[in-house]
């Protein structure tokens, strides 16, 4: 489809493991946003990549995240040494690259740690 | 204090009533301005942007007010279909800014 795709839709991981989650943007879209959603609560920003370039990761909240998009298009947010407290869903967003333009969400990950 | 507040509601207003949604951000440089719409267990879909001269798409008005740093959305003729959790979202800079959700519920 057009739209930005996320996978998995679901991820279970026992607390210790790593996780790698995916998100392919909308074809074009220069810019790349990573979110974590709690429940009742909306989308806190986690990261920013114009490109292949991390502009922002003031959101990241522990050195256990780790985002990149090596080539500008797809991007991967791998969550290192999982926590309890990581269980969120997690948003990816694309733009194009003006600054007046809406983001455009995808499906979004549920990532549960138990 | 948080870039946007948004009040939580909920909001549980009967079928063909008005409601209205406020937001207010704390950074004067905000230079967009956006309203989301968020279905349980989805992600969150454009609903409108804000412009500054206030703007509408069907029974959905929108309106900034800069001196006063708030949005607001107004749904006239509620639906059923309109039960949603509605998300003010700032832009400032690189970053995006969002309320926590307005939640609301149309009843029949």
């Known amino acids: 489809g057009a739209g930005v795709s996320q996978s998995p839709r679901y991820k279970v991981a026992k607390r210790g493991q790593d996780v790698a989650l995916r998100c392919d943007p909308i074809s074009g879209h220069v810019s790349l946003f990573w979110y974590q959603q709690a429940l009742g609560q909306g989308p806190e920003f986690l990261t920013y990549?114009?490109?292949?370039?991390?502009?922002?990761k003031s959101g990241l909240p522990s050195d256990r995240f780790f985002a990149e998009r090596p080539e500008g298009s797809v991007s991967t947010l791998k969550i290192q040494r999982t926590q309890q407290e990581d269980s969120a869903v997690y948003l990816c967003?694309?733009?194009?690259?003006?600054?007046?333009?809406?983001?455009?969400f995808g499906d979004g990950t549920r990532l549960s740690i138990l | 204090r948080k870039e946007v507040e948004q009040d939580p509601g909920p909001f549980n207003v009967p079928e063909g009533a008005t409601v209205a949604f406020n937001c207010t951000y704390s950074n004067s440089a905000s230079q967009s301005f956006f309203w989301y719409r968020q279905d349980c267990r989805k992600e969150p879909k454009l609903l409108m942007s804000v412009y500054s001269s206030g703007n509408e798409d069907g029974r959905f008005t929108a309106q900034l007010n800069r001196a006063s740093q708030y949005i607001s959305l107004l749904i006239r003729d509620s639906k059923l279909s309109d039960s949603a959790t509605y998300l003010c979202v700032v832009n400032t800079g690189n970053q995006f800014y969002f309320g926590t959700g307005t939640s609301l519920t149309v009843i029949p």
């Open positions: 990549f114009q490109n292949e370039a991390q502009l922002d």
């Open positions: 967003a694309s733009k194009l690259g003006a600054s007046n333009q809406p983001q455009h």
